[in-house]
């Protein structure tokens, strides 16, 4: 039994031992075999057999099904003696299965050899994929590719062999082996002439031999296709690709060569750009937005200087009078963003008028879906932290466009957006963590590393939140890990707060002070004063009153007036008119304070106010904060932010009831006497 083995990637076929060719008979024989092998050793009832086997079945179809296995079973099994149980194509409850090992069929040994190659070293992946693909001898269940029942595993077998074409040609590239790759992904796109991922392959491909002109031919012609057959432009990763062949990008060469190399690169390639390429080219304005959003990534100066040329891109972009262009350099700024604060409020407001000028001149129809997506998460990231609804109508709608055009980069894109929207009321991380879970899942599968990145950053914020800090842990290290291997220094300033968060969690505060001073050094510089700005003094303070056990009087005595509070001001200002004995006007102070912004730092802020309303006995800010606090309930208050926390929400929440109940019986405070 050991030594049959089985073909489907091609004709349905058996083989002895020796590899010799078994005879099957007719078609109906192959077509039950066919099917039992396609249940995966799994039972497949008669009645199903029939239902597949015949259009309209007679009353001798069960009879029929049997005589074709037991002449199968003659030939699987010739030496079984008579009356003896069968071994291989056995008989179980309602039907049969097919009990083949698993190395027995040549599409299970190909699926596992694929799914194998992806874990191994690029030459041995080459290695592995080439015997793979040497399985295939036709399309896949040749004789049954157009059955009802045979249709679903045909394609999804033609598809696996696609990707897998695809993964040796890049397996080939991470080798140096550009100029084997091009003839087979020649030949793939000549039958597959939809394959965006093989078109940017080949394009790569060609550019590494030092055919730049043809490999900007490839894209066009895969433009021109995608456009002329399809009616749809080209994904944002071979636009992408387009833009960095034109501009000679040091990335698109192997890695590993001497910095040297690749310095004395750059240096020609840009001066040469600088030398063919029109000043007031529409390509060189493209190819400056790439370079600024890879700029972005690279933190402190680099950060800060993205964010100065940005905007001036977005203007010139506006000054060719084209929407289409606009709408480009706007939504090719995908930049993962993990803080809910902007680091520049005015540019945001400014680019989100640029984009809500763009949205409505953009031509109507599908051509144009991937840019009005864009345009709308722009939107939704620049307006983050506030409470226009617009952010959130931004964000639901890109994320709608990006699962409807099933575009991979597009839909982490609104994700990002759709996070930045996601605080606009207290207990939402699970809604965080679920959106954080999907971008890591996405981006692991699509080689969107940013991203994948980002939602590591995003679990590790929530699960803080709830508690789990095991989870927060693997996350943070995995963020920490992709960050190391792919250059973004910026991840580390995001973990190493977390770091500090976990002692002052566990109310270790000589511990968390020390290292939120250290967390706090890795800031500066770090080029993001939305983060910056008041944070460490505001590390300092929620570690002073966490949990509602420190009053706000004693919380107040280690409050600095004089220190850079940023844009949590407002909210501290109580306690340092209390520090300095004016607590009528610290009372009045509090009452004016507005609703916290919808940012990850909401429940931390009204924890700090309710530290306030506490001291004053102000029921009616109490019976807000607790109305506000109460979707919360069971998490770490401030602690999705992944910097800081004020400790359990039910402990505030069981402070304010019971200064509630006080107040009642006591009579109401007398700020709220009328």
Same mark, same amino acid.
């Given at each position: 039994?050991?030594?049959?083995?089985?073909?489907?990637?091609?004709?349905?076929?058996?083989?002895?031992?020796?590899?010799?060719?078994?005879?099957?008979?007719?078609?109906?024989?192959?077509?039950?075999?066919?099917?039992?092998?396609?249940?995966?050793?799994?039972?497949?009832?008669?009645?199903?057999?029939?239902?597949?086997?015949?259009?309209?079945?007679?009353?001798?179809?069960?009879?029929?099904?049997?005589?074709?296995?037991?002449?199968?079973?003659?030939?699987?099994?010739?030496?079984?003696?008579?009356?003896?149980?069968?071994?291989?194509?056995?008989?179980?409850?309602?039907?049969?299965?097919?009990?083949?090992?698993?190395?027995?069929?040549?599409?299970?040994?190909?699926?596992?050899?694929?799914?194998?190659?992806?874990?191994?070293?690029?030459?041995?992946?080459?290695?592995?994929?080439?015997?793979?693909?040497?399985?295939?001898?036709?399309?896949?269940?040749?004789?049954?590719?157009?059955?009802?029942?045979?249709?679903?595993?045909?394609?999804?077998?033609?598809?696996?062999?696609?990707?897998?074409?695809?993964?040796?040609?890049?397996?080939?590239?991470?080798?140096?082996?550009?100029?084997?790759?091009?003839?087979?992904?020649?030949?793939?796109?000549?039958?597959?002439?939809?394959?965006?991922?093989?078109?940017?392959?080949?394009?790569?491909?060609?550019?590494?031999?030092?055919?730049?002109?043809?490999?900007?031919?490839?894209?066009?012609?895969?433009?021109?296709?995608?456009?002329?057959?399809?009616?749809?432009?080209?994904?944002?990763?071979?636009?992408?690709?387009?833009?960095?062949?034109?501009?000679?990008?040091?990335?698109?060469?192997?890695?590993?060569?001497?910095?040297?190399?690749?310095?004395?690169?750059?240096?020609?390639?840009?001066?040469?750009?600088?030398?063919?390429?029109?000043?007031?080219?529409?390509?060189?304005?493209?190819?400056?937005?790439?370079?600024?959003?890879?700029?972005?990534?690279?933190?402190?100066?680099?950060?800060?200087?993205?964010?100065?040329?940005?905007?001036?891109?977005?203007?010139?972009?506006?000054?060719?009078?084209?929407?289409?262009?606009?709408?480009?350099?706007?939504?090719?700024?995908?930049?993962?963003?993990?803080?809910?604060?902007?680091?520049?409020?005015?540019?945001?407001?400014? +680019?989100?008028?640029? =984009?809500?000028? !763009? *949205?409505?001149?953009? %031509?109507?129809? $599908? &051509?144009?879906? #991937? @840019?009005?997506?864009?345009?709308?998460?722009?939107?939704?990231?620049?307006?983050?932290?506030?409470?226009?609804?617009?952010?959130?109508?931004?964000?639901?709608?890109?994320?709608?466009?990006?699962?409807?055009?099933?575009?991979?980069?597009?839909?982490?894109?609104?994700?990002?957006?759709?996070?930045?929207?996601?605080?606009?009321?207290?207990?939402?991380?699970?809604?965080?963590?679920?959106?954080?879970?999907?971008?890591?899942?996405?981006?692991?599968?699509?080689?969107?590393?940013?991203?994948?990145?980002?939602?590591?950053? +995003?679990?590790?914020? =929530?699960?803080? !939140? *709830?508690?789990?800090? %095991?989870?927060? $842990? &693997?996350?943070? #290290? @995995?963020?920490?890990?992709?960050?190391?291997?792919?250059?973004?220094?910026?991840?580390?300033?995001?973990?190493?707060?977390?770091?500090?968060?976990?002692?002052?969690?566990?109310?270790?505060?000589?511990?968390?002070?020390?290292?939120?001073?250290?967390?706090?050094?890795?800031?500066?510089?770090?080029?993001?004063?939305?983060?910056?700005?008041?944070?460490?003094?505001?590390?300092?303070?929620?570690?002073?009153?966490?949990?509602?056990?420190?009053?706000?009087?004693?919380?107040?005595?280690?409050?600095?007036?004089?220190?850079?509070?940023?844009?949590?001001?407002?909210?501290?200002?109580?306690?340092?008119?209390?520090?300095?004995?004016?607590? #009528?006007?610290?009372?009045?102070?509090?009452?004016?304070?507005?609703?916290?912004?919808?940012?990850?730092?909401?429940?931390?802020?009204?924890?700090?106010?309710?530290?306030?309303?506490?001291?004053?006995?102000?029921?009616?800010?109490?019976?807000?904060?607790?109305?506000?606090?109460?979707?919360?309930?069971?998490?770490?208050?401030?602690?999705?932010?992944?910097?800081?926390?004020?400790?359990?929400?039910?402990?505030?929440?069981?402070?304010?009831?019971?200064?509630?109940?006080?107040?009642?019986?006591?009579?109401?405070?007398?700020?709220?006497?009328?």
């Amino acid at each position: 039994m050991d030594l049959i083995t089985f073909g489907v990637l091609g004709p349905v076929v058996a083989w002895d031992g020796l590899g010799g060719v078994l005879g099957l008979k007719g078609p109906r024989h192959r077509a039950v075999l066919a099917r039992l092998i396609m249940a995966r050793r799994r039972v497949v009832p008669v009645a199903r057999l029939v239902e597949d086997l015949w259009d309209e079945p007679g009353p001798g179809a069960v009879g029929a099904v049997q005589t074709f296995v037991a002449a199968l079973r003659r030939v699987l099994e010739p030496d079984r003696p008579a009356r003896a149980p069968a071994r291989l194509l056995v008989t179980e409850g309602p039907g049969y299965a097919l009990r083949a090992a698993p190395d027995a069929v040549d599409a299970w040994r190909f699926e596992t050899a694929v799914a194998g190659a992806a874990q191994l070293p690029a030459g041995q992946a080459l290695e592995q994929l080439g015997e793979a693909l040497e399985l295939w001898r036709g399309p896949a269940y040749a004789q049954f590719a157009e059955e009802e029942w045979a249709r679903g595993e045909c394609a999804r077998l033609a598809e696996l062999k696609l990707q897998a074409v695809e993964r040796r040609a890049r397996a080939r590239l991470d080798l140096g082996l550009a100029a084997e790759a091009v003839p087979d992904l020649e030949a793939h796109l000549a039958e597959h002439p939809w394959r965006e991922d093989a078109w940017q392959l080949l394009a790569l491909a060609l550019y590494r031999t030092g055919r730049q002109a043809d490999a900007l031919a490839a894209l066009r012609r895969a433009r021109a296709l995608l456009a002329d057959q399809l009616g749809v432009d080209p994904g944002p990763k071979m636009r992408r690709l387009e833009a960095d062949i034109l501009s000679h990008d040091p990335r698109l060469d192997l890695r590993g060569e001497p910095s040297t190399a690749v310095t004395r690169l750059w240096t020609q390639a840009a001066a040469a750009y600088d030398r063919t390429v029109a000043a007031d080219a529409r390509a060189r304005l493209e190819s400056t937005i790439g370079i600024i959003r890879d700029l972005s990534l690279t933190g402190g100066p680099g950060l800060q200087a993205a964010r100065e040329h940005r905007l001036q891109a977005v203007t010139a972009a506006e000054a060719f009078g084209d929407p289409e262009l606009t709408a480009r350099v706007i939504g090719a700024y995908d930049v993962p963003a993990i803080w809910t604060r902007n680091d520049d409020p005015e540019q945001a407001r400014q +680019i989100v008028a640029a =984009a809500e000028r !763009a *949205l409505p001149a953009l %031509p109507r129809g $599908d &051509a144009y879906e #991937a @840019a009005r997506c864009r345009l709308l998460a722009t939107i939704a990231l620049e307006m983050r932290g506030t409470r226009s609804p617009r952010g959130p109508q931004a964000a639901s709608e890109a994320e709608e466009i990006a699962r409807r055009l099933n575009d991979p980069a597009l839909l982490a894109f609104a994700l990002n957006a759709v996070f930045m929207q996601s605080c606009t009321r207290a207990g939402l991380s699970p809604r965080r963590d679920a959106i954080g879970g999907e971008l890591v899942t996405l981006a692991a599968r699509h080689g969107l590393v940013t991203f994948e990145v980002l939602g590591h950053l +995003i679990r590790m914020q =929530a699960q803080s !939140a *709830l508690g789990d800090f %095991p989870a927060a $842990d &693997a996350h943070a #290290a @995995a963020a920490d890990h992709l960050a190391e291997r792919h250059e973004r220094p910026l991840v580390s300033v995001f973990t190493s707060w977390y770091r500090a968060l976990r002692p002052a969690a566990c109310g270790q505060i000589p511990q968390a002070e020390a290292a939120y001073r250290a967390a706090a050094a890795r800031l500066d510089g770090a080029g993001m004063p939305g983060v910056e700005h008041g944070l460490l003094p505001l590390a300092q303070l929620c570690l002073r009153t966490a949990g509602g056990s420190t009053s706000a009087r004693q919380a107040a005595e280690h409050v600095d007036p004089d220190a850079d509070w940023g844009p949590y001001r407002p909210w501290v200002e109580p306690f340092i008119l209390l520090r300095t004995g004016r607590r #009528a006007d610290a009372e009045a102070t509090l009452r004016a304070v507005p609703e916290p912004p919808a940012d990850l730092l909401y429940e931390a802020m009204c924890c700090l106010q309710a530290t306030l309303a506490l001291e004053f006995g102000d029921r009616a800010v109490l019976e807000q904060l607790r109305a506000r606090l109460l979707p919360a309930a069971g998490e770490l208050a401030g602690a999705g932010s992944g910097l800081i926390t004020l400790g359990p929400v039910d402990r505030w929440l069981t402070a304010i009831t019971h200064a509630l109940d006080c107040t009642t019986r006591s009579g109401p405070h007398p700020a709220t006497r009328r």
